[in-house]
């Protein structure tokens, strides 16, 4: 015998199953995702705040770097005008 006879021939069981098995909707995965969703997309936000900040310490560095290397060879990022 197919299942979608089973169905058929059984409704009382198959309603009984389904009211004590609760909601089996998909609704409550989708919510869970899209809660993922969110998490994600701040988690991403925190890490981009963080390449950003670790971005402009890199160019603070380099130009203390550059400042210290001019003066180490006794010379000065100030061009002299005629």
């Not at 950003?52 to 100030?78: F, P, Q």
Request: glycine letters at 4%; charged letters at 30%; hydrophobic letters at 40%.
């Amino acid at each position: 015998m197919k299942k979608t006879r089973l169905y058929d021939h059984h409704r009382d069981l198959v309603a009984e199953f389904n009211r004590r098995a609760g909601n089996t909707s998909r609704e409550p995965g989708v919510a869970e995702l899209a809660s993922q969703l969110q998490t994600a997309r701040r988690q991403i936000r925190e890490l981009q705040n963080q390449i950003d900040e670790g971005l402009a310490r890199e160019r603070t560095l380099l130009a203390v770097i550059a400042e210290l290397s001019l003066l180490a060879d006794d010379s000065s990022n100030v061009i002299q005008l005629r």
